[in-house]
């Protein structure tokens, strides 16, 4: 994961600016304060080349009120105004164009949900916006207090119940930044990865329309009874497959779930393997999830897995 100090946006690029800038005021404040104090100690005691002990006594008060009033005085009021001319630099939301693009982030124990009102999309855990381009995040929480926090494009906010965040989030470039929760949530505060991709314009645009698209029937015997298997199970009442009976509003939308890169909010890999993995003991992954074992075996299993691959 890279860190807030390899930024990849100018919003990470001011706070990284930030952090040098006050790592340099600190360390100057340092040397300096043990200078001066060094300075106090040492003409405290006269000796053959300071004969005169009051101004001794004299000089040393003024080294120290300068090391310990006037120096910090200055350099708080210099934290507080480069502070204060970055928070002036990072947009808001209300800088954002009114055609930006608009994502709902819901945090949830343990992953997000990840809307896009105006395309119709809906997805989870991963966030894709076009690269170079402002976009406008609403975040809250489903329950407890969750924290966004992707280092390399911007700082941290809070997903909070009943009350909307917004953040701004750009991409310099194409890519993909890794992120996490950055507020305890639960037993699996730590796995609640969120991973934002960066698309060149028109990809992004290509990824809209695949996403806002519902899933494509089951292709093959196998896939269709694997698609069976789903709407009869406890799966179908918690998560949604666009285009399906299945409408449950508990989980993370499946509609496309093979074209994101891991499953569990970024805890395994997005393969078959791990798929089983996932469904047949959950909690073995990824401690107190709320979802249950999926209660099949053999060739229901099978053919499960198969369709859930295939949902592209
Ligand atoms: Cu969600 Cu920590």
Not at 38 to 56: I, K
Not at 58 to 75: E, I, K, T, Y
Not at 107 to 120: A, F, K, N, T, V
Not at 161 to 171: G, K
């Amino acid at each position: 994961m890279g860190g807030s100090l390899a930024p990849a946006g100018p919003v990470a690029a001011e706070m990284a600016t930030l952090w040098w800038a006050l790592l340099a005021l600190g360390a100057a404040g340092f040397v300096i304060f043990a200078v001066l104090l060094g300075l106090a100690l040492r003409r405290r005691h006269p000796g053959p080349e300071e004969p005169d002990p009051q101004a001794a006594g004299r000089r040393s008060h003024r080294l120290l009120v300068g090391a310990g009033v006037v120096q910090p005085l200055v350099f708080v009021i210099a934290t507080f105004a480069l502070t204060v001319v970055a928070m002036r630099a990072i947009p808001e939301a209300s800088d954002v164009d009114a055609d930006a693009v608009v994502v709902d982030v819901v945090g949830h124990q343990w992953w997000y949900e990840i809307r896009y009102p105006d395309l119709g999309v809906v997805t989870a855990n991963e966030v894709h916006i076009p690269a170079g381009q402002a976009v406008r995040l609403r975040l809250r929480s489903a329950d407890v207090i969750h924290s966004f926090w992707v280092p390399q494009l911007a700082g941290k906010i809070d997903l909070i119940p009943d009350y909307v965040n917004e953040l701004v989030l750009i991409a310099d470039g194409p890519g993909t930044y890794l992120g996490d929760c950055a507020e305890f949530c639960g037993l699996s505060h730590t796995w609640m990865g969120i991973r934002v991709v960066a698309h060149p314009p028109e990809e992004f645009d290509s990824w809209v329309q695949a996403q806002a698209a519902p899933a494509e029937p089951p292709t093959g015997a196998v896939a269709m009874q694997g698609q069976e298997v789903f709407l009869q199970s406890t799966c179908a009442q918690c998560h949604t497959i666009a285009g399906t009976p299945a409408d449950g509003a508990e989980g993370p939308d499946l509609t496309h779930l093979a074209s994101r890169a891991t499953l569990a909010a970024g805890t395994i890999d997005n393969d078959r393997m791990a798929l089983e993995d996932w469904l047949t003991d959950p909690h073995a992954i990824k401690d107190g999830v709320e979802m249950p074992p999926a209660e099949v075996d053999g060739d229901q299993l099978d053919a499960l897995l198969t369709y859930l691959e295939g949902l592209q």
